[in-house]
């Protein structure tokens, strides 16, 4: 069966630092992949989708990698701020179907 | 929020109350979804609409009774629920069931079954 992880549970980092997660799956192949920000007490957010085909996509101070043959993508938050300590969770798509990873927890320290 | 609302936000229940979570969504979408959320595990699918038919159901127990009386409402009937189905119930929308449509989700119902 299919397997979703995320490299691990939180992650704490100091401001102005890169915050980078993993995402890594097996028996698999997923048509895209997005990055979902969730709060506490708050449903998911909609971050960035990138596509099979897609090696790297940005949206300001986020980045996404996608790489079919390792299995992996790669989020990356750059400069992080205070304001970006949340849980972050993938989330792989064939059609309309996604199937979550269980999302790391990112502090970022003052 | 105004895109997804859902209600209540917090429900407390006893194994042989029955009980309805609502979920509205302002955005004219077509597809809406239901997720279940537990402590420290993934999002789980359980049903899918697209214009108000059915076209999923993640094997959900049948004591998890879902709704879509139009585009814009979704309910999900709670019956003679376990324990193990408290959970963070997530409502969610798209455009469309299309490929890679953004899911828009609503803030959640946080259920507690005695």
């Known amino acids: 069966s299919q397997k979703i992880e995320q490299n691990s549970e939180a992650l704490n980092i100091q401001e102005g630092k890169t915050a980078t997660l993993t995402c890594n799956y097996t028996?698999?192949?997923?048509?895209?992949l997005q990055w979902y920000r969730q709060d506490p007490g708050r449903g998911p957010v909609f971050l960035l989708l990138?596509?099979?085909?897609?090696k790297e996509k940005r949206k300001e101070r986020l980045k996404v990698t996608f790489d079919t043959t390792l299995k992996q993508s790669l989020f990356h938050i750059t400069a992080s701020q205070p304001a970006d300590s949340a849980t972050y969770l993938c989330?792989?798509?064939?059609?309309?179907?996604?199937?979550f990873g269980a999302g790391t927890t990112v502090t970022v320290r003052a | 929020e105004t895109g997804v609302t859902q209600t209540p936000r917090h429900l407390v229940m006893g194994m042989t109350n029955k009980k309805s979570l609502k979920c509205e969504q302002h955005?004219?979408?077509?597809?809406m979804y239901w997720y279940k959320q537990s402590a420290k595990k993934p999002l789980e699918l359980m049903f899918v609409?697209?214009?108000?038919?059915?076209?999923e159901n993640n094997s959900v127990p049948s004591r998890f009774s879902p709704e879509c009386p139009n585009s814009s409402h979704l309910f999900l009937h709670l019956h003679t629920l376990q324990p193990e189905d408290s959970a963070l119930y997530l409502c969610?929308?798209?455009?469309?069931?299309?490929?890679?449509?953004?899911?828009?989700f609503g803030p959640g119902t946080r259920l507690t079954v005695l």
């Open positions: 990138i596509r099979e085909n897609e």
């Open positions: 989330a792989l798509g064939d059609d309309y179907k996604l199937s």
């Open positions: 028996n698999y192949s997923p048509a895209y």
């Open positions: 969610a929308s798209s455009q469309e069931t299309g490929e890679a449509d953004t899911q828009y």
């Open positions: 609409y697209s214009l108000e038919e059915r076209v």
């Open positions: 955005l004219g979408h077509n597809a």
